[in-house]
């Protein structure tokens, strides 16, 4: 089955001037009323936040999957930016991940200049300190220079959205 495959249906009551309504919005969007209704309620940019997240979920190579997020965000506008993390992940994502993803979301924000989504303060930092780099020589470069959404996760790097390590 293709991801998002309609196999589901979905029934609203809606009064008379509401249809008509409705009606008028999706043809004036040369929509079908189900894709108009589908595209306001969940707009695009949030479905493409949770199918890349539910990449990450169950990709191989994590960082691959992680790093075309990172592509994704990194030109939005603040509003899109907003618009699109404002839900949770709709996967398991490893505590690593997670976390990873929560700094990185909240960096992001800082970043844009835009507010971050509640749903990161509920992600927990990792129990153990996490380093970008195995090299003893380097951990106090990172200690020092991990943006504050990183430290506060006990993640240690040294790259920004956008940056590639």
Same mark, same amino acid.
């Given at each position: 089955m293709?991801?998002? *495959?309609?196999? *589901?249906?979905?029934?609203i009551?809606?009064?008379r001037? *509401?249809?008509?309504?409705?009606?008028k919005?999706?043809k004036n969007?040369?929509?079908?009323?189900?894709?108009?209704?589908?595209?306001?309620?969940?707009?695009?940019a949030?479905?493409?936040f949770?199918d890349?997240?539910a990449?990450l979920?169950?990709?191989?190579?994590?960082?691959y999957?992680?790093?075309?997020?990172?592509?994704?965000?990194?030109?939005m506008?603040?509003?899109?930016?907003?618009?699109?993390?404002?839900?949770?992940?709709?996967?398991?994502l490893?505590p690593?991940?997670?976390?990873?993803?929560a700094?990185?979301?909240e960096?992001?924000?800082v970043?844009?200049?835009?507010?971050?989504?509640g749903?990161?303060?509920?992600?927990?930092?990792?129990?153990?300190?996490?380093f970008?780099?195995?090299?003893?020589?380097?951990?106090?470069?990172?200690l020092?220079n991990?943006p504050?959404?990183?430290?506060?996760?006990?993640?240690?790097i040294d790259?920004n959205?956008?940056?590639?390590?």
């Open positions: 293709k991801k998002n *495959q309609k196999t *589901q249906q979905l029934q009551r809606v009064s001037s *509401q249809k008509l309504a409705i009606k919005r999706a969007a040369q929509m079908s009323m189900s894709d108009w209704i589908l595209s306001t309620v969940l707009p695009s949030q479905t493409k949770q890349l997240l990449d979920a169950t990709s191989d190579t994590p960082s999957a992680f790093a075309e997020l990172l592509d994704w965000i990194g030109p506008s603040a509003e899109e930016y907003e618009l699109a993390v404002s839900e949770p992940p709709a996967v398991d490893e690593y991940w997670e976390s990873y993803l700094a990185t979301i960096h992001a924000a970043m844009k200049h835009a507010k971050p989504p749903w990161t303060q509920g992600v927990p930092p990792l129990d153990e300190p996490h970008g780099s195995s090299l003893e020589s380097l951990r106090l470069h990172l020092i991990s504050p959404a990183f430290i506060e996760r006990n993640i240690f790259s959205v956008g940056d590639r390590v």
